[in-house]
């Protein structure tokens, strides 16, 4: 394989960028409770919340403890503050997932605008730029040659491609085949994009065995049993 | 026995009050919510002898009439022997469903009788309307106010103060919540009438039926029956129990209840109290014993409600029924019983049978 031919800044970033969204897909189910504790946990309404939560479970523990019958008045007391900790834990509960909510989407416009929108604007820009030369154009047929030269735009171009290199024998279509952006080079390059592309499904595939080699809990093979005889 | 209280042990400020309007009486469980009803009625009644008194009874199992010893019906009708006082027994669900019945017969609103009517729209509002909470109480409590007002036209008389004997289910009142559901209500279905316009109109069949234009002209209604209600001066509502653990649940949740309908509650009466400790020539090991069970409730209340007016009241040696027993018994709303001095009265009862 031919060296590396593109900018290492590029190739970083973009490497940056995969890795980043590769740890926010693998750790997706913390996210809630990072999102929690970073912003919520000073705040006074989940403190407020946590304490009315605490003071409902030993109000709850003490009237459990007591008979309503002899201790009436107390047990009632006791019902009274439970339903007004519950409205106000209600209220707050909402207030919460209020706040929650706004930090979700807050977390949603630093990923868009931190993440998904520049390394759309980078594979944009720079997406078919060459990373690598492959060292012969006879490995692939055409198709493929052209689309890992100059990206997935190459496979809806590839008939009006194959249209023109047969008008081509018969009429001069440098014109147009100048116009139109057809491959017609000798050396077969990677472009960025279909690097992105393949990398991105190598670590899917690997993916997929370690989870089914070692996090997916095996099954264990039915016995068969026997009926008893009437 | 220690029944020292801040607040006064008895109704006096009720039963002498000038300005109020409606008194509910409820509570749940054969607790004697008729006999303290006619009691409060009928105390009115004597010490106001200028004002006209109406008992209502919304129960569709009425006893009025047995409490009584003489028969009342949906027409109000004075008590014998009382000049101000009179009483009626309607059954609003009922009432509500013939016109209901008779509305979707005819096809559109009875006539012209305005109002609820109006609303059934001949039987398609009421299933439209039917499953949002309260509304049928305040359907049937419209009911009872138009019954009221026809009854004052037809007597040439206005009644000063109404006394509603309520129903146990306890959830007449629930209808004092529906302005709130019905303006969230309104909110969407204003909503959707803007966006859809007139294409609603066509999928309502024969006529314009104005279902937002019905339902504020309900709101309005409600909202008009609900200042009155919240209004202390005005409305109040007195609890009957007995004091058993029960009864005292009820009775609690009863109070919170009605807390969160912004309705005054500040009266208690414990019925069927036996007193044993001053009866000692009537006495038993088991009344000894109900007793002492009773005492442990009624410090709880007291302990409980401490703003509100608990008044004891005693259990008689037979039913009160009749106006001159109920005189008697309801003796002890005004000023409260004392088992010391007044514990003849409950062997003094006429029989009714």
New interface residues.
């Given amino acids: 394989m031919s060296d590396i031919t593109m900018e290492k800044w590029v190739l970083g970033t973009t490497l940056m960028f995969i890795i980043i969204t590769k740890f926010l897909q693998y750790t997706a189910s913390y996210h809630e409770s990072w999102i929690s504790k970073f912003t919520l946990g000073s705040t006074t309404a989940y403190k407020d919340y946590m304490s009315k939560l605490h003071e409902q479970k030993l109000v709850q523990e003490e009237n459990h403890s007591i008979s309503?019958?002899?201790?009436?008045?107390k047990w009632?007391?006791n019902?009274?503050k439970l339903?007004k900790l519950a409205a106000d834990i209600k209220q707050l509960k909402s207030q919460i997932h209020e706040q929650s909510a706004k930090s979700q989407q807050l977390l949603k416009t630093v990923k868009l605008i931190g993440l998904t929108l520049p390394f759309f604007a980078l594979k944009m820009w720079k997406g078919k730029e060459i990373v690598y030369y492959l060292p012969t154009n006879k490995m692939f047929p055409h198709l493929f040659n052209g689309t890992w030269h100059q990206g997935w735009l190459f496979v809806a171009m590839y008939p009006l491609d194959f249209a023109l290199s047969q008008i081509n024998n018969l009429y001069d279509v440098s014109f147009i085949a100048s116009k139109v952006p057809l491959y017609r080079g000798t050396a077969v390059g990677v472009s960025l994009g279909i690097w992105i592309w393949a990398l991105t499904n190598v670590l899917g595939s690997i993916e997929f065995v370690i989870n089914q080699l070692f996090l997916t809990p095996t099954v264990s093979e039915p016995v068969a049993t026997e009926k008893k005889a009437n | 026995m220690d029944l020292d209280l801040q607040v006064d042990p008895n109704l006096h400020s009720l039963i002498t009050s000038t300005t109020h309007k409606w008194i509910f009486v409820g509570g749940k469980g054969g607790v004697g919510k008729t006999t303290s009803s006619s009691s409060i009625a009928i105390q009115m009644a004597l010490n106001q002898p200028e004002k006209q008194f109406l008992l209502i009874s919304t129960d569709p199992a009425h006893n009025l009439s047995d409490a009584f010893g003489e028969k009342f019906g949906k027409d109000a009708r004075k008590v014998t022997g009382m000049n101000n006082l009179s009483c009626m027994e309607i059954d609003p669900a009922a009432a509500l469903k013939d016109m209901n019945d008779m509305a979707v017969s005819q096809g559109q609103g009875a006539g012209d009788q305005g109002g609820i009517n109006d609303l059934l729209q001949g039987g398609a509002l009421a299933d439209l309307t039917g499953s949002i909470p309260g509304i049928d109480e305040a359907l049937s409590f419209m009911e009872v106010m138009k019954h009221i007002k026809n009854q004052e036209q037809g007597e040439g008389e206005t009644f000063d103060t109404v006394i509603f004997d309520t129903a146990p289910t306890g959830h007449t009142l629930r209808f004092l919540q529906l302005p709130t559901t019905l303006s969230k209500l309104l909110e969407k279905f204003g909503e959707i009438t803007g966006k859809l316009g007139p294409m609603l109109n066509s999928f309502m069949g024969n006529g314009n039926v104005d279902i937002s234009g019905k339902l504020n002209e309900l709101k309005a209604n409600v909202e008009t029956i609900r200042q009155q209600f919240t209004d202390p001066d005005l409305t109040t509502f007195v609890c009957v129990c007995i004091s058993e653990?029960l009864s005292?649940?009820e009775t609690?949740r009863l109070i919170?209840e009605l807390i969160s309908y912004d309705m005054d509650v500040n009266s208690i009466i414990v019925n069927q109290l036996l007193f044993a400790d001053d009866d000692k020539e009537h006495n038993c090991k088991r009344c000894q014993a109900r007793w002492k069970m009773q005492k442990?409730?009624l410090?709880?209340?007291g302990?409980?409600y401490e703003d509100f007016h608990v008044v004891k009241m005693p259990l008689c040696a037979g039913e009160i029924r009749g106006l001159t027993n109920l005189k008697k018994f309801s003796r002890f709303l005004d000023h409260e019983y004392n088992p010391a001095t007044d514990g003849a009265v409950i062997y003094e009862l006429e029989d009714k049978a």
């Fill in positions: 309503a019958q002899d201790n009436y008045a009632t007391k019902n009274r339903d | 653990f005292l649940y609690e919170q442990k409730y410090d709880q209340i302990e409980l």
